[in-house]
């Protein structure tokens, strides 16, 4: 059964960090890109990062950059994303998604929270 795991989301203060982490039970070699997007609460889902799974080349969403890294472990198929000096905007859902030629997957989620 394919599944992409995503873990590491909950509650930070803002100005804090966390990783998340988003394990895969297939080989992501098997795709061309795996990335991170997020959902709050009323809203659209949105980019936010994105790794090719040949090369590593990373995409960022204007509001992240500077302040979150994707990062791939392909010996793992894992995925991370490291996320500093949290907003309280980064507020959401965030979830895995996996793209090949033939399909598109994606995980549960993990909640990340920035609150004081």
């Known amino acids: 059964q394919v599944q992409l795991v995503e873990s590491g989301g909950g509650l930070v203060q803002p100005g804090g960090s966390l990783r998340l982490s988003c394990a895969a039970s297939?080989?992501?070699?098997?795709?061309?890109?795996m990335g991170w997007y997020r959902q709050a609460p009323g809203k659209q889902r949105e980019l936010v990062a994105t790794?090719?799974?040949?090369?590593?080349?990373?995409t960022y969403a204007e509001s992240v950059k500077g302040r979150f890294t994707v990062s791939m472990a392909v010996s793992k198929n894992t995925i991370y994303l490291q996320m500093n000096s949290l907003k309280p905007e980064d507020t959401a859902l965030y979830l895995c998604n996996f793209q090949s030629n033939y399909r598109t997957d994606w995980g549960q989620g993990t909640q990340v929270t920035v609150s004081s």
């Open positions: 790794v090719t799974t040949s090369g590593g080349s990373t």
């Open positions: 297939f080989n992501i070699n098997s795709g061309y890109r």
